[in-house]
């Protein structure tokens, strides 16, 4: 027969624990067989007598009840959050991977909010900045066609036909007519080819993106950086000096090791 059966698991191997450690274990053992079944969620009793039978029911349900009451007073699990530093329940957390921090969803809703309207891709983990292998980034001209076109910037709308996996950045103050001359305006690519000539450049050793290291502020100052190259597409680090992948753990390894880049990170 079975005499007490409930869907909480946690409370029944409870009240088996209860009734094995009291007096009840003494007087069941004599009489009676209490089973706790774990698939079932029940604890089964095996008497024949009728007032072994009720004496077990009156046992179990004052130690059900007793385990309910301690197991609502159980305060829940708090865990940290490592952006706003406060505690969340286990359900309000987020495990941000491969690197397993955890942050709160809040936290996570406004990262990710962040990283959409200033177009920022991939979005990295705010607590260690952890990413994939550049080698894993694709390699094909359409992939790194999509990346670039997400990394465009505000105003990037996705082309209304179905089925076409096009975008562009639309302007509603430009007449068809207008857009045509932009687009089909000859020279650009020589241009293009003179600005670089007079500027020095490298390509990413992944993508094959052109990057600059020197730019001009708003009041025509040139302004370098350190050595450490961020390609604007693929996201991978590469070496000004060389121009040579830098691994993504720890970019600054790459000047800490023999060579002719060793210790020139700002030079």
């Not at 609502?72 to 921090?101: F, G, N």
């Not at 970019?251 to 030079?267: E, F, L, N, V």
């Amino acid at each position: 027969m079975v005499l007490q059966a409930t869907p909480n698991l946690e409370q029944l191997t409870g009240v088996a624990l209860v009734l094995a450690s009291g007096y009840a274990l003494y007087v069941v053992q004599r009489y009676a067989t209490i089973t706790l079944q774990p698939q079932a969620h029940e604890l089964a009793v095996n008497t024949s007598e009728d007032s072994m039978l009720a004496y077990c029911s009156r046992s179990i349900k004052a130690a059900y009840t007793w385990v309910a009451a301690c197991i609502q007073r159980q305060p829940p699990v708090m865990v940290d959050c490592s952006i706003c530093l406060c505690q969340h329940s286990e359900a309000a957390m987020y495990t941000i991977k491969p690197c397993s921090h955890r942050i709160c969803k809040d936290s996570a809703r406004t990262i990710i909010t962040a990283a959409i309207q200033s177009c920022t891709f991939p979005i990295l983990c705010p607590v260690c900045a952890a990413e994939s292998a550049p080698g894993s980034t694709p390699s094909c001209p359409e992939c790194i066609a999509k990346q670039a076109a997400v990394n465009a910037g505000r105003g990037l709308q996705a082309c209304p036909i179905k089925d076409c996996p096009g975008a562009g950045v639309m302007d509603a103050d430009v007449s068809c007519r207008a857009q045509t001359a932009l687009t089909s305006s000859e020279g650009a690519e020589q241009l293009f080819c003179e600005y670089l000539k007079q500027r020095r450049h490298i390509n990413c050793p992944q993508c094959g993106i052109k990057i600059q290291k020197t730019r001009k502020n708003e009041d025509g100052l040139i302004i370098e950086g350190c050595n450490h190259m961020r390609c604007p597409v693929c996201r991978s680090h590469v070496c000004w000096l060389c121009g040579e992948l830098m691994p993504a753990h720890d970019p600054y390894s790459h000047y800490k090791q023999k060579g002719k880049c060793k210790g020139r990170a700002y030079s």
